[in-house]
């Protein structure tokens, strides 16, 4: 169990950007006609907050069908993360790691893989990451449902900047060398580029594909250059 609260624990430094952008998604859930209740009642099954501010953005304006599509591009990065992550969780039986990726989310995948690659990591501590990120992002969802009248426009408070922010601060972790550097700008411009030139939210699957290809290469670079 001490793997488990140490993932726990090591989510307390993200709750509160976590818990600001859930306060934001609370906001514009509420004025895109959401009740508290079912605010809440996302949060608790989707549990994915660029899906859950897609979707809330789109309601009411896109079919069924269209908001499906949306979230299923937006959330096509948890392939990459799985890939990333899978080689650790080998030993694991189906059951667990399906258990483990229902609720992995940007944050605790961060959190396990920095472990991992340190040596330290464990699907327990894994877990304890999901179970507090859950928590923490099902709990601010429904507070900021409850406060969106005291909360007109979040923009005024800078709160749309939460998410980028909080994904800058987990990306330092895993600049170790030149290539890591070199992979995150590339990655980054090639997702900006996208989000101007390209409709809907492929960019971000397609510069994350790019990113790695290209860090792959750089390694591979790296490697015959040292044994030449």
């Known amino acids: ?107 605790s995948y961060a959190l396990a893989i920095a472990e991992y690659q340190q040596g330290k990591g464990s699907h327990i501590y894994l877990l304890g990451a999901n179970v507090g990120m859950y928590i923490i992002w099902s709990t601010s969802g429904p507070v900021g449902a409850l406060l969106s009248s005291a909360i007109p426009d979040p923009a005024n408070y800078g709160l749309d900047l939460v998410f980028p922010l909080a994904f800058l601060g987990l990306l330092t972790a895993f600049l170790k060398n030149r290539i890591d550097l070199v992979v995150a700008l590339m990655a980054g411009g090639l997702a900006l580029l996208g989000a101007l030139l390209l409709p809907g939210k492929w960019y971000i699957i397609i510069a994350g594909l790019l990113g790695s290809g290209l860090g792959l290469i750089l390694e591979e670079v790296e490697k015959a250059w040292k044994n030449f």
Not at 5 to 11: H, I
Not at 18 to 35: D, E, K
Not at 39 to 56: C, K, N, P, T
């Open 1 to 107: 169990m001490e793997d488990f609260k140490r993932g726990m624990l090591a989510t307390a430094p993200l709750a509160p950007g976590v818990v600001a952008f859930g306060l934001l998604y609370g906001v514009i859930a509420r004025q895109a006609g959401f009740t508290p209740w079912e605010v809440w009642v996302m949060s608790l099954i989707v549990h994915a907050g660029s899906a859950q501010f897609a979707a809330v953005g789109m309601w009411g304006a896109a079919n069924a069908v269209t908001l499906i599509l949306t979230t299923l591009i937006i959330n096509l990065r948890h392939l990459l993360m799985g890939a990333s992550i899978a080689p650790y969780l080998r030993s694991l039986s189906s059951p667990w790691k399906a258990f483990l990726a229902l609720w992995m989310c940007d944050e």
